[in-house]
């Protein structure tokens, strides 16, 4: 039972253009949502989150957007560029910031 | 500020052996995570240590087991090794187990079970 899905497994983008990555989840319980990023060979690093308390949260090129009631998050990535090619996690948690509950991730690839 | 390093990089064990995966934390972190990655999947939570202390644990079984000393550093041992086992494992360290004491993660250990 996947309590976090990220349905495309792969995006493709121009260069300058918006990416648009989204997750779903089913847990009504999770409260926090966190988005890292993973280039191979690499661990993930952080890149954004989100509390269930609001519903966007901006960090320079970086935006994730929370929409409760149809328990799904967005993120959204302008300018895209060709150095944010990686594939993108989407995780919940509650209560803490351990036992975060991973998507099976979506490789971005923006095109120069 | 030195980040997560974890040891070794690659592994290969054989079906019934033990391993023993080592993680040093980033400097200033106090708590360390544990997840397993396998491959096409995303990271799944293993285990979390708050100083020196088992502080949550995922579905796995009683054969994945956890250190952490006293400088932070910590190990991930699997015993009776399983075919099903083959997976990255990722290291995490935080300062701390609140929200917003985001996870940082090494590199990893890639395990393969012949």
């Known amino acids: 039972d996947q309590q976090v899905k990220q349905n495309s497994p792969s995006l493709s983008v121009q260069e300058g253009r918006i990416s648009i990555l989204n997750c779903d989840y089913t847990n009504s319980m999770f409260d926090y949502f966190l988005w890292y990023k993973k280039y191979p060979a690499e661990g993930p690093t952080f890149l954004i989150s989100?509390?269930?308390?609001?519903d966007k949260n901006e960090d320079g090129r970086f935006t994730v957007f929370l929409n409760k009631s149809a328990k799904h998050l967005s993120l959204h990535i302008v300018p895209s560029q060709p150095g944010d090619s990686a594939v993108y996690f989407c995780a919940a948690s509650w209560g803490s910031n351990y036992k975060l509950t991973f998507g099976k991730g979506t490789l971005l690839t923006v095109n120069p | 500020e030195t980040g997560v390093t974890q040891s070794p990089t690659h592994l290969i064990k054989t079906r019934g052996q033990q391993v023993t995966l080592r993680c040093s934390s980033q400097?200033?972190?106090?708590?360390v995570s544990w997840y397993q990655q396998a491959l096409g999947q995303g990271p799944q939570f293993i285990f979390q240590y708050y100083r020196e202390e088992e502080n949550g644990r995922g579905n796995f079984p009683p054969r994945f087991s956890g250190l952490q000393f006293p400088n932070y550093s910590s190990e991930l041992n699997v015993n009776a090794l399983e075919l099903d086992d083959s997976a990255l494992y990722l290291c995490a360290s935080s300062a701390g187990t609140a929200l917003n004491s985001p996870l940082h993660f090494g590199n990893g250990t890639r395990l393969t079970v012949t």
């Open positions: 400097s200033g972190h106090n708590t």
């Open positions: 989100i509390s269930s308390i609001k």
